[in-house]
């Protein structure tokens, strides 16, 4: 079983696979239903809102708010999603 960090690290590889394949032009642009959820982890957004809340650096609320196995399971989802995606490509 993958701990966070490495889905984290995971999803991160993925979507910017995604992106290398969208910019080649592997993978047509109108393929994919999400790509604000490709490109929030291709930069980094995601990693850097979960580091943060995990990290303490957020408001006490979101902090109490934080649900590690949700986010697992979110990235789960993500990770699944992107390897569809890739292996439809490929």
């Known amino acids: 079983m993958k701990s966070l960090n490495e889905k984290i690290v ?3 590889e993925l979507s910017y696979k ?12 109108g393929a994919i ?14 990693a850097k ?3 943060n809340i995990r990290g303490g650096r ?9 649900d590690p196995e949700k ?3 979110r990235l789960d989802d993500d990770i699944s999603y992107f390897t569809k995606l890739i292996e439809e490509a490929e």
């Open 49 to 51: 809102r979960l580091y």
């Open 10 to 12: 995971q999803a991160f």
């Open 33 to 46: 239903d999400d790509m604000d959820l490709v490109y929030g982890h291709a930069d980094g957004l995601v």
């Open 58 to 66: 957020c408001s006490v609320q979101a902090s109490l708010n934080f």
């Open 71 to 73: 986010e697992e399971d």
């Open 18 to 29: 995604i992106h290398l394949l969208l910019e080649g032009g592997t993978i047509p642009e």
